[in-house]
């Protein structure tokens, strides 16, 4: 099993252009997650998704959106990238249902604005 | 609102020492527990969790925590600590019974772990 997989690993925009981080997942987990981390503040999360064709806000929405067309991957987009979303983006899956609920995280994408 | 503390951003021990982690959270119900590490350029890692019986649990790489319940903690520890531990440790917790049957982790803020040799 490759576990949780991100694409691409690292990318430099420009303010304004768009692009689209791909997760994937192979462990059949229902529930998935997007997460930002920057510095001193811990992870926050962007959107998630209970299951296939759902998704939801999390604490950190704006200027995002994603995608769950399959069950096993999970798109977010930023449509016109901004400074702001320099960061480093992980994406996690986990079972839902009746548990266990721990998450399996993947290697993260780092994203530079400029 | 719930909100999980790690009080301590920094923690500085000496290689073979021994470390506790503090983590503290804000709810009426015992939810689930969780630490994870994030060795530098990659991604969290599962340490442990904690859901029900015994408040003593044990995770790999030779970490334990335990859960006081009166205390509303959930704390990390390593009996001897070395350089390849040198992490960021990340708390978190899980709320059942929320609305619709879905659930959000909460983490908290992290705490970076340095050893000197």
């Known amino acids: 099993n490759a576990g949780v997989t991100q694409t691409p690993k690292f990318r430099v925009l420009k303010t304004g252009q768009s692009m689209t981080l791909l997760c994937a997942q192979d462990?059949?987990?229902?529930?998935m997650y997007w997460y930002r981390q920057d510095p001193g503040m811990g992870l926050r999360l962007i959107h998630y998704?209970?299951?296939?064709?759902?998704?939801a806000k999390g604490e950190v929405p704006d200027g995002y959106n994603v995608s769950r067309l399959k069950k096993q991957n999970f798109l977010l987009g930023l449509e016109s990238a901004a400074p702001s979303q320099t960061s480093v983006y992980f994406c996690a899956s986990a079972t839902g249902g009746e548990g266990p609920y721990e998450q399996y995280f993947g290697p993260g994408t780092r994203l530079t604005v400029t | 609102a719930q909100s999980v503390t790690q009080p301590d951003i920094h923690i500085t021990v000496s290689e073979g020492a021994s470390l506790e982690l503090r983590c503290n959270y804000s709810y009426g119900a015992t939810p689930y527990l969780f630490w994870y590490v994030q060795s530098p350029g990659q991604g969290l890692q599962l340490l442990l969790k904690y859901f029900s019986g015994d408040t003593l649990v044990q995770g790999i790489k030779g970490f334990e925590a335990e859960f006081k319940r009166s205390q509303s903690s959930f704390n990390l520890r390593k009996p001897s600590v070395q350089w390849r531990h040198a992490a960021e440790y990340f708390c978190?917790?899980?709320?059942?019974?929320?609305?619709?049957?879905?659930?959000?982790?909460?983490f908290g803020r992290g705490t970076s772990l340095i050893v000197h040799p």
């Open positions: 462990m059949n987990h229902e529930y």
């Open positions: 998704s209970v299951g296939e064709g759902t998704t």
């Open positions: 978190a917790v899980v709320l059942l019974g929320l609305p619709g049957g879905s659930y959000i982790p909460t």
